[in-house]
């Protein structure tokens, strides 16, 4: 019998997409793969879509499970502890899956039996009708069995989504549940790096498997000073985790990076907040990302500057880390700018997407 795989898709409002997405996972299911749809409280029409959708498929082994809205992590955790395929895949409810993935999926798992199967992804902004291919930096085609690699690849190449990732089920029950952590947004981010120490196997496939909608104004929406918190402990809560088990030196300079990359990005979207909130929320994760680091600041910039890290564009980490020493200082003149420019964008954003409404 072929290799099982169980899809999970968490929905919450989704009924402009929901159909258009289970469309391109229906449509390459086999007798042994499960389809579970997590509908997060929907008010919308999401959970008629699914049934429709699903309802064209009789034969195949899909369902539609319903919960009370607690976000995405909750919807996830939902799915998981349901999920009875060999293999787990999430999937966002408004992308793609592009043909012939499951079918690939398959035939590396009979080839290697892998603890985890790694793929790249398009980032897809159907607004401007335009799709960017992203490449992860694992070594393609074999297996590895690295783990100081495959965490090192990871952190270096920052894409930490978990549907790029197609995990055995074994090792998520190696995690204490709740795996995903209830409340938070980039739930993913705090749980890929525990889920990726405990594989001792990895195979890289260099395809694109999803095309990741991009929405024009989402980051306008969901900027908060919630938002900014979580987006920092991110990955300080994978920390202890990694703490316990074991980590190198050389992992722990590309945690610190990947950190710092989060942390510059924080606090550039901070100046879309008010004044108040922005000052309160920066001094709240310096905090947070400052006692995250193993190295510091002065360290990693070394290491960037000797080329004694992995990356495929140093002369950005270069920026990236004067900036992060900028925005540890308060430079005035670094805040200023950031100010002027993320308004700017904002508006930008804003006006498009009302030109789009229009």
Same mark, same amino acid.
């Given at each position: 019998?072929?290799?099982?795989v169980?899809?999970?898709?968490?929905?919450?409002n989704?009924?402009?997409y929901?159909? %258009?997405?289970?469309?391109?996972?229906?449509?390459q299911?086999r007798?042994?793969d499960?389809?579970?749809?997590?509908?997060?409280g929907?008010?919308?029409?999401t959970g008629?879509?699914v049934?429709?959708a699903?309802?064209?498929w009789?034969? !195949?082994?899909?369902?539609?499970?319903?919960?009370?809205?607690?976000?995405?992590?909750?919807a996830?955790?939902?799915?998981?502890?349901?999920?009875q395929?060999?293999?787990?895949?999430?999937?966002d409810?408004?992308d793609?899956?592009?043909p012939?993935?499951?079918?690939a999926?398959e035939q590396?798992?009979?080839?290697?039996?892998?603890?985890?199967?790694v793929?790249?992804f398009?980032?897809?902004?159907?607004?401007?009708?335009t799709k960017?291919?992203?490449?992860?930096?694992?070594?393609?085609?074999?297996?590895?069995?690295?783990?100081?690699?495959?965490?090192?690849?990871?952190?270096?190449?920052?894409?930490?989504?978990?549907w790029?990732?197609?995990?055995?089920?074994?090792?998520?029950?190696? !995690?204490?549940v709740?795996?995903?952590?209830?409340?938070?947004?980039?739930?993913d981010?705090?749980?890929?790096?525990?889920?990726?120490?405990?594989?001792?196997?990895?195979?890289?496939?260099?395809?694109?498997?999803?095309?990741?909608?991009?929405?024009?104004?989402?980051?306008?929406?969901?900027?908060? %000073?919630?938002w900014?918190?979580?987006?920092?402990?991110?990955l300080?809560?994978?920390?202890a985790? !990694?703490?316990q088990?074991g980590?190198?030196?050389?992992?722990?300079?590309?945690?610190?990076?990947?950190?710092?990359?989060?942390?510059?990005?924080?606090?550039?979207?901070?100046?879309?907040?008010?004044?108040?909130?922005?000052?309160?929320?920066?001094a709240?994760?310096? %905090?947070?990302?400052?006692?995250?680091?193993?190295?510091?600041?002065?360290?990693?910039?070394?290491?960037?500057?000797?080329?004694a890290?992995q990356t495929?564009d140093?002369?950005g980490?270069?920026?990236?880390?004067?900036?992060?020493?900028?925005?540890?200082s308060?430079n005035?003149?670094? %805040?200023?700018?950031?100010?002027?420019?993320?308004?700017l964008?904002?508006?930008?954003?804003?006006?498009?997407?009302?030109?789009?409404?229009?």
């Open positions: 019998m072929s290799t099982s169980s899809i999970i898709i968490p929905a919450y989704a009924q402009l929901i159909g %258009e997405c289970l469309q391109s996972i229906l449509a299911m007798a042994s499960e389809l579970i749809v997590v509908n997060d929907s008010t919308d029409a008629a879509r049934q429709e699903l309802a064209a009789p034969a !195949l082994n899909a369902r539609l499970v319903t919960q009370p809205n607690q976000g995405v992590s909750a996830r955790n939902h799915g998981l502890a349901l999920a395929g060999e293999y787990i895949s999430f999937i409810c408004d793609i899956l592009l012939g993935t499951l079918e999926l590396a798992i009979g080839t290697h039996q892998p603890d985890v199967v793929w790249d398009n980032m897809w902004h159907p607004h401007k009708g960017a291919r992203i490449a992860m930096g694992y070594p393609p085609e074999q297996v590895i069995r690295d783990g100081s690699v495959m965490l090192r690849t990871f952190f270096a190449d920052r894409h930490m989504y978990v790029a990732h197609v995990f055995r089920r074994a090792i998520y029950s190696g !995690l204490p709740p795996v995903f952590p209830p409340g938070r947004v980039y739930e981010v705090a749980t890929l790096p525990r889920l990726l120490k405990l594989c001792t196997s990895l195979v890289y496939l260099p395809r694109p498997i999803i095309d990741y909608r991009q929405h024009p104004t989402s980051i306008t929406r969901v900027i908060s %000073e919630r900014c918190l979580d987006f920092t402990s991110a300080a809560l994978a920390r985790n !990694l703490d088990t980590i190198d030196s050389s992992v722990k300079l590309h945690f610190d990076i990947a950190a710092s990359t989060f942390y510059i990005a924080v606090v550039k979207n901070s100046f879309q907040l008010s004044l108040e909130a922005g000052r309160r929320v920066r709240q994760v310096k %905090e947070i990302f400052q006692a995250s680091l193993y190295n510091s600041c002065d360290d990693i910039l070394a290491a960037i500057e000797s080329g890290t495929r140093r002369k980490d270069l920026k990236m880390m004067r900036q992060v020493k900028q925005a540890l308060g005035v003149f670094f %805040e200023v700018r950031q100010l002027a420019s993320r308004r964008k904002r508006w930008q954003r804003e006006r498009r997407a009302g030109g789009a409404a229009a």
